[in-house]
């Protein structure tokens, strides 16, 4: 349901722009967000949107990182400024939606996709 990309490798100070597209049987989506994971820690927040546009972020990534979504598109963006190595995490993509048919929302996530920040 969900499909991200744009992960990889990057120099500290560098920038990567990750998506994530939501497919399927989608009547309508609410919060899409990101999630990370770094190795020995939990998963945390990292930004989300509203399907209104609003926005919240976590204070580690304030003023470096900006999420946006193309509702057209069913899809999440996250452009990743000034990355530090502690950036480093496997960066999961999350959607709150409504499928054609039921009458609940539920949580969707996508498989995942490494950001590395080398030092």
């Known amino acids: 349901q969900l499909q991200a990309s744009g992960g990889g490798l990057v120099q500290a100070g560098g920038s990567l722009r990750l998506s994530c597209a939501a497919s399927g049987s989608i009547f309508s989506i609410n919060d899409m967000g990101w999630y990370r994971q770094a190795p020995g820690k939990q998963r945390e927040l990292v930004a989300t949107?509203?399907?209104?546009?609003?926005?919240n972020y976590a204070d580690s990534v304030k003023g470096r990182f900006t999420i946006s979504r193309d509702n057209a598109k069913n899809t999440v963006y996250l452009q990743m400024n000034s990355l530090k190595p502690e950036d480093t995490a496997v960066y999961y993509c999350h959607a709150r939606l409504q499928e054609y048919g039921r009458p609940w929302y539920q949580d969707y996530w996508g498989q995942g996709t490494q950001v590395t920040v080398s030092s």
């Open positions: 949107i509203t399907s209104g546009g609003s926005t």
